[in-house]
């Protein structure tokens, strides 16, 4: 089985702009989650969907949002770019999203807002 | 926060040397899960132990989980310099909410 892809795998956006982050799960996972790792706050939930619905979110402001797609595929988007938003953002697919199911993790996508 | 936490922070050894990091939490778990992370990449699975569960091996690597103490540890044998990674323990956290919460990590470093 291929396993998770992200696209891209490496970004440099301006402040203020928006940028948005494409996550392909494992054929057959119905659960994406999103992370951010930053050196200073390490990994970080950003949230979690499931069967296209936004099942659970982390505490980051509105300016993060994502969605999911009926092929299980998910996006995240940050909009009015800070240059805080530099990290390293990875995506998780879960079979089901349980809790006693492991997560799988893709390459992730650098972000660096200058 | 993060409410996992690991220890050492940063760890160096010899080739061949086995490499103990350890993991604690605060409240009660299904499982625990351990994954690797080289250096800026994304993060691979390396073994889940469910609570009911004392010891856990995959290959080189061994997994101890004492739910009376809240804490894990994860044992690489025989090291190799390609086991040079950050590692790191998860839970998922308390309630309804599926997302795994993280520690700050172990960073190992296996000279050649």
């Known amino acids: 089985k291929a396993g998770v892809t992200q696209t891209p795998r490496y970004l440099i956006k301006t402040r203020g702009q928006q940028v948005t982050l494409s996550c392909s799960p494992i054929?057959?996972?119905?659960?994406v989650s999103w992370y951010q790792q930053t050196p200073g706050q390490g990994l970080q939930f950003l949230f979690e969907y499931f069967s296209e619905t936004q099942r659970n979110k982390g505490n980051f402001p509105g300016r993060f949002s994502g969605r999911q797609f009926s092929n299980s595929r998910s996006e995240m988007n940050v909009s009015t770019l800070e240059l805080g938003d530099s990290a390293l953002y990875l995506c998780?697919?879960?079979?089901?999203?349980?809790?006693?199911?492991?997560?799988?993790f893709g390459p992730g996508t650098r972000l660096t807002v200058t | 926060s993060q409410q996992g936490e690991e220890d050492p922070q940063a760890l160096s050894i010899q080739e061949g040397e086995n490499a103990t990091m350890n993991c604690s939490y605060k409240t009660s778990i299904n499982n625990l899960q351990w994954y690797r992370q080289n250096s800026g990449r994304g993060l691979v699975h390396l073994i889940l132990?469910?609570?009911?569960?004392r010891e856990k091996h995959s290959g080189r690597l061994r997994v101890t989980l004492d739910t009376s103490k809240k804490s894990s540890s994860l044992l690489i044998t025989a090291s190799r310099a390609a086991d040079t990674a950050s590692y790191f323990c998860a839970r998922y956290s308390q309630g309804g909410s599926e997302k795994l919460v993280f520690g700050k990590g172990t960073k190992l470093t296996v000279n050649p």
């Open positions: 998780a697919s879960s079979l089901q999203g349980r809790k006693s199911y492991e997560q799988y």
């Open positions: 132990i469910r609570s009911n569960e």
């Open positions: 054929s057959g996972h119905r659960s």
